[in-house]
């Protein structure tokens, strides 16, 4: 079994910057893939970005540019560098991981971001 800690949330203006980190425990070696889902009130899920076992990364269209997914191998935890912020990053965000990213098998409890004047 795995368990994913994220931390790093929190209130920023725009154009600010923050940076999330999931911490994953247990069955580690069960992880081919970890990413990054959002999710703002009303609106669907959204795959941010992903990072492979092999270090291959991918990130979504909407945040191409602003935000980088990176991974400390050491240490089993990966970031979500977030820059140039925008209000409607607003979200929950979640860490996930498994044999890939787009069909998780392990979801952290979230962390709220929020980009507000």
């Known amino acids: 079994q795995v368990q994913l800690v994220e931390s790093g949330g929190g209130s920023v203006q725009p154009g600010g910057s923050l940076t999330l980190s999931c911490a994953a425990s247990g069955s580690i070696f069960s992880i081919n893939a970890m990413g990054w889902y959002r999710q703002a009130p009303g609106k669907e899920r959204e795959l941010v970005a992903a990072i492979t076992r092999g270090g291959s990364t991918n990130v979504a269209y909407s945040v191409k540019g602003r935000f980088t997914i990176s991974r400390d191998v050491a240490n089993n935890t990966v970031y979500l560098q977030m820059n140039s912020l925008k209000p409607e990053d607003t979200a929950v965000y979640y860490c996930?991981?498994?044999?890939?990213?787009?069909?998780?098998?392990?979801w952290g409890q979230g962390t709220q971001v929020t980009v507000s004047s």
């Open positions: 996930v991981g498994g044999y890939t990213a787009t069909m998780p098998d392990t």
